[in-house]
T-cell receptor, first 115, second 115 residues
Framework: KNQVEQSPQSLIILEGKNCTLQ??????????LRWYKQDTGRGPVSLTI?????NTKSNGRYTATLDADTKQSSLHITASQLSDSASYIC??????????????FGQGTELSVKP | NAGVTQTPKFQVLKTGQSMTLQCAQD?????MSWYRQDPGMGLRLIHY???????DQGEVPNGYNVSRSTTEDFPLRLLSAAPSQTSVYFC??????????????FGNGTRLTVT
């Protein structure tokens, strides 16, 4: 069964600290993996995308890694800010999405950054 | 540039009532889709459209209808509301269906409660 599992479900960190969120997937065949950030009461916004051949991608203080062999991805947030408080969603594209594949969404990790 | 606009933001319905959730985008995107987001679950695809006049079912289409008469608008109709349809509904669009090149742009959601 094609699944995306994220851990932890929730996380509380202090402002200025780093943190890492995990995403494990069983989607096959795999096309690409994208991380989205969802602020409370808003829609998700894309942070990074990685294809099969990429193993790291950065967007400011956000760095995503991908190990396609172990089917794992992580999102590392450096020097966290209060505005990083949000849900982070891992999304895997099954097969070739533009040819009829589909997106598999994780359930999200709820991050809370405290002052 | 408004992006993806959803109306209303909140709605309460009684069981058996019908209603239409509105979605409009001003980015000339070909691809539009509707998702529902429930606690503890990943976003699930209801219906999607790859262009004006073309629609197809996602993974949870029962109880919902869509049409796409223009590129800009993609309304979602609830035919006879049921408590199981209580959820947050997101409309999302992208330039084409190829998510490797084009991320989804989400609206800010409609929170629907069916009593």
């Amino acid at each position: 069964k094609n699944q995306v599992e994220q851990s932890p479900q929730s996380l509380i960190i202090l402002e200025g600290k780093n943190c890492t969120l995990q995403c494990n997937y069983t989607v096959s065949p795999f096309s690409n993996l994208r991380w989205y950030k969802q602020d409370t009461g808003r829609g998700p916004v894309s942070l990074t995308i990685m294809t099969f051949s990429e193993n790291t991608k950065s967007n400011g203080r956000y760095t995503a890694t991908l190990d396609a062999d172990t089917k794992q991805s992580s999102l590392h947030i450096t020097a966290s800010q209060l505005s990083d408080s949000a849900s982070y969603i891992c999304v895997v594209s099954h097969d070739f999405y533009n040819q009829g594949g589909k997106l598999i969404f994780g359930q999200g990790t709820e991050l809370s950054v405290k002052p | 540039n408004a992006g993806v606009t959803q109306t209303p933001k909140f709605q309460v319905l009684k069981t058996g009532q019908s209603m239409t959730l509105q979605c409009a985008q001003d980015m000339n995107h070909e691809y539009m889709s509707w998702y529902r987001q429930d606690p503890g679950m990943g976003l699930r695809l209801i219906h999607y459209s790859v262009g004006a006049g073309i629609t197809d079912q996602g993974e949870v289409p029962n109880g919902y209808n869509v049409s796409r008469s223009t590129t800009e608008d993609f309304p979602l109709r609830l035919l006879s509301a049921a408590p199981s349809q209580t959820s947050v509904y997101f409309c999302a669009s992208s330039y084409t269906r190829d998510q490797e090149r084009w991320p989804l742009h989400f609206g800010n959601g409609t929170r629907l409660t069916v009593t």
